[in-house]
């Protein structure tokens, strides 16, 4: 009830509905090219947020967000590059499509595919979230604190690469967010006299420059050619009747995957769409046909990933825990706004809460009316050098964070975390985990302090709380299994080796 006498009234009033279709449109552009995607034009777009209101700034990075899910798999189908990650799986059957004269219907099923997985993402977010929310208003510092940790440490050990390896970005970030003033007892802290640093690390500076440039480096590094591109007509985008009935159980399926997976720390759309494409070929009667033009092979990921990315706002709206570094952007822009998503958001931010999900519907709407007609226009996209696109890119980022405070410094930030991102991803560290941890290390400290001084310093009397006792059970059970699993395949490794 409360979506549409809160939600859609606010959802459609013309300044929201004007950036709504604004970030599906950027987010559709941003993923149809190959090697940007969906974080790294978040990270472009922060600036221009601050200058939004909090439900319109959430609205239009939303729309960005799974806009480029929608335009990620045209390069994908077309030059077998996906524009996001999460499209890579969708190259396997959409490539060998096209190579067959069927690009047009492979991209028309993957438009339809994502609408109907979004709008059934965005169901399961309106049933499962605010339940979660009414259950957590009791949630307390200690609770809080607990759930933080949680988060983090499942977020570092989900994450692509070494389990010890995210351990240590999020520690390393949860250290990077400490820099500045204490807001306990105002002491700089590892400012080393730099004016610029007693406010901290910027986070716009830090995400642009750990996701943006750096993946803007990865891209050039690792950029393949371009293949032929070929027209697509209307008639060639039709699919036939038994084309569509191949699609609808796999949709369904990919749906399902895709809602399980998204709300989890440190999977999202990638790991779903790659786990339903798996599931799908498992359940297939021909499993044969996959990776050789299989329509199954293109529906059921991309309904998966665009169930993914709506599910995903579920622990970050009702919990305040991030899932992926896209969703811990969205929540740092809220945070600037002074709004903390949390246990408490939906009750104390009803509108936005309720206006944020009618959006999601109008901007589903928007993406189906987009895609369709403009399949043209993207495809004729593909074809802008990549040697005109990218500093294109780079100019955007340090004109972006540069108007933020009129200050040089920040540009500077940028170019040292950029640098940073790509060495560390030339050293097989997966930075999301870093940017989870800059994000909620602030955000555990202040709980843990506040749990503290309720608990008269005793941390013995914060643990008699049951609920914070259970979380840092579990917490510590996983932590050590994952040391313990981190050390046992090192182990083998070795013992591999010296066999040899």
């Given at each position: 009830?409360?979506?549409?006498t ?6 459609l009033s ?9 970030g ?9 090219l ?11 777009l ?11 700034a ?7 967000y799974y ?45 339809y ?22 259950l ?5 510092p ?9 988060g983090?440490?499942?977020?570092a050990t ?6 010890l ?37 910027s ?23 371009r ?5 697509v ?14 699609t ?29 494409y ?18 199954e092979g ?5 309904a ?15 919990l305040?825990?991030p ?10 822009a809220?945070?600037?706004?002074g ?6 958001f ?21 993406l ?7 399949i ?13 696109l ?17 200050n ?5 930030v ?6 940073f991102?790509y ?26 302090r ?24 579990l ?26």
């Amino acid at each position: 009830m409360e979506l549409f006498t809160i939600g859609f009234p606010a959802a459609l009033s013309l300044h929201t509905l004007a950036y709504c279709f604004i970030g599906v449109f950027l987010g559709t552009l941003i993923g149809v090219l190959p090697g940007i995607g969906a974080l790294t034009a978040i990270s472009l777009l922060m600036p221009v947020s601050f200058y939004l209101d909090p439900m319109t700034a959430l609205v239009m990075l939303a729309g960005v967000y799974y806009g480029a899910e929608y335009g990620g798999s045209t390069a994908s189908i077309l030059l077998n590059l996906p524009g996001t990650a999460s499209n890579a799986i969708t190259a396997l059957d959409g490539y060998p499509m096209a190579k067959q004269g069927r690009a047009g219907i492979a991209l028309f099923v993957t438009t339809y595919a994502s609408f109907i997985g979004g709008c059934l993402g965005v169901v399961l977010l309106m049933l499962v979230a605010p339940t979660i929310a009414r259950l957590a208003v009791a949630v307390g510092p200690s609770e809080y604190f607990a759930i933080l940790l949680f988060g983090l440490i499942i977020a570092a050990t989900i994450s692509q690469g070494s389990p010890l390896k995210g351990l240590a970005m999020v520690v390393l970030g949860m250290l990077i967010g400490t820099i500045g003033i204490d807001v306990n007892s105002g002491e700089y802290r590892f400012a080393f006299g730099v004016v610029d640093l007693y406010d901290g690390v910027s986070l716009v500076a830090f995400a642009l420059g750990t996701f943006g440039i750096a993946e803007v480096m990865h891209a050039i590094a690792s950029q393949k050619d371009r293949g032929k591109i070929e027209d697509v007509t209307w008639r060639s985008m039709i699919p036939s009747w038994s084309e569509v009935k191949k699609t609808i159980c796999p949709i369904l399926r990919g749906t399902g995957v895709g809602s399980i997976v998204g709300p989890l720390p440190g999977a999202g759309p990638t790991i779903a769409s790659v786990m339903a494409y798996g599931f799908e070929k498992k359940v297939s009667k021909t499993p044969e046909r996959f990776g050789n033009g299989a329509i199954e092979g293109i529906s059921s990921p991309e309904a998966a990933n665009n169930a993914a990315v709506q599910t995903a706002f579920i622990p970050t709206l009702s919990l305040g825990i991030p899932g992926s570094p896209t969703m811990a952007i969205m929540l740092g822009a809220l945070m600037v706004h002074g709004i903390a998503p949390g246990p408490k958001f939906m009750v104390e931010n009803p509108e936005m809460f309720w206006g944020l999900i009618a959006s999601f519907w109008i901007g589903n709407v928007i993406l189906v009316g987009l895609n369709f007609p403009m399949i043209g226009i993207w495809v004729r996209l593909l074809q802008v050098p990549y040697r005109l696109l990218y500093p294109v890119i780079l100019s955007l980022v340090c004109a972006g964070v540069f108007t933020l405070g009129l200050n040089v410094f920040e540009v500077w930030v940028v170019l040292v975390f950029g640098i940073f991102g790509y060495v560390l991803r030339l050293l097989g560290f997966w930075p999301a985990p870093l940017l989870i941890g800059f994000i909620l290390g602030p955000l555990l400290e202040e709980n843990l302090r506040r749990a503290m001084l309720i608990a008269g310093g005793d941390i013995m009397v914060m643990l008699q709380r049951p609920v914070t006792a259970l979380i840092l059970a579990l917490t510590a059970v996983i932590l050590v299994w994952t040391i313990w699993r981190a050390s046992t395949s090192r182990r083998e490794e070795v013992l591999a080796i010296n066999d040899e």
